[in-house]
């Protein structure tokens, strides 16, 4: 299946717990430099857009696509891997959170360099084999998103295959945008059916694994074990695991 395809069947309550994060946006804004005219690559609902600048948004997933609020910028269907636009059409290319989902994540990163002066990508650090131990709920509910890795590009392999410089972005306790790691803090966030539906990572391991994982957090939640194993987060106000920013 497609990432397109994927997102056709999973994203319809996207926005529930997907938005932009300004603390994340203001990185990533602040990477795009001057550019004014910026195409949005697998764009999903518009989440960090920039305001104030040109933009077209790119997303394969006519679920995705139909999520989109009124007054966003203009959005064409189509994929990273072939992007319809002339060479150098655009000042800076963007791509949010959308990498991993990619069939060929090389060749789309090509094809934004090619459409544009600039490549700003958010993604994670698929080749640090330390992610998926640091964070308690890879490595201690649901080990099987680590099959997803397999045979996916390092961000070495990314960053070389566009000359990026790679920024380490910290997650903030608070995080706005629940994303995979977002609630590394709030355990219990992840019990709502709402929240593990945002992130492909809970389809894609499948309902036994997710009602596994689901029951195991329960448990160590009520019975102080969760905080037991993870006392030293409690004194953090951002994390690191593992999520890069890739610029050209
Ligand atoms: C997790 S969502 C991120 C959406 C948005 N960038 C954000 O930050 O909320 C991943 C998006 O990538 C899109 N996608 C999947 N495969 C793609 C591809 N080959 N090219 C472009 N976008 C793709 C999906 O349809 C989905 O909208």
């Known amino acids: 299946m497609s990432g397109g395809q994927l997102y056709d069947t999973i994203g319809a309550t996207y926005t529930v717990t997907r938005r932009t994060e300004p603390r994340i946006a203001a990185r990533i804004w602040g990477a795009l430099g001057d550019a004014r005219t910026v195409v949005n690559v697998g764009a999903g609902t518009g989440s960090y857009e920039p305001p104030g600048r040109d933009v077209t948004a790119v997303e394969p997933s006519a679920v ?22 002339e060479d150098q059409s655009f000042d800076a290319a963007m791509a949010i959170a959308t990498v991993h989902h990619w069939q060929d994540p090389v060749a789309g990163l090509r ?50 295959a566009i000359g990026a410089r790679t920024e380490p972005v910290l997650i903030p306790w608070d995080c706005a945008d629940g994303f995979l790691e977002a609630y ?35 448990d160590d939640i009520a019975s102080g074990r969760w905080a037991e194993r993870n006392h030293d987060l409690a004194a953090l106000d951002a994390a690191e695991l593992g999520l890069r920013l890739l610029i050209t």
């Open 111 to 160: 094809e934004m360099q090619r459409v544009a002066r600039r490549v700003v990508v958010f993604t994670h650090d698929t080749s640090d084999a330390g992610w998926l131990r640091r964070f308690w709920l890879t490595r201690d509910y649901l080990p099987e998103v680590g099959d997803f890795l397999v045979g996916r590009p390092s961000l070495t392999e990314l960053a070389g």
């Open 184 to 218: 590394w803090r709030r355990p219990a966030a992840y019990l709502d059916e709402n929240v593990r539906r945002g992130v492909s990572g809970w389809a894609r391991v499948g309902p036994q694994a997710e009602q596994r994982a689901v029951r195991s957090l329960i």
């Open 64 to 85: 995705m696509r139909a999520q989109r609020p009124a007054g966003a910028a203009p959005c064409v269907a189509a994929a990273a891997e072939s992007l319809p636009f």
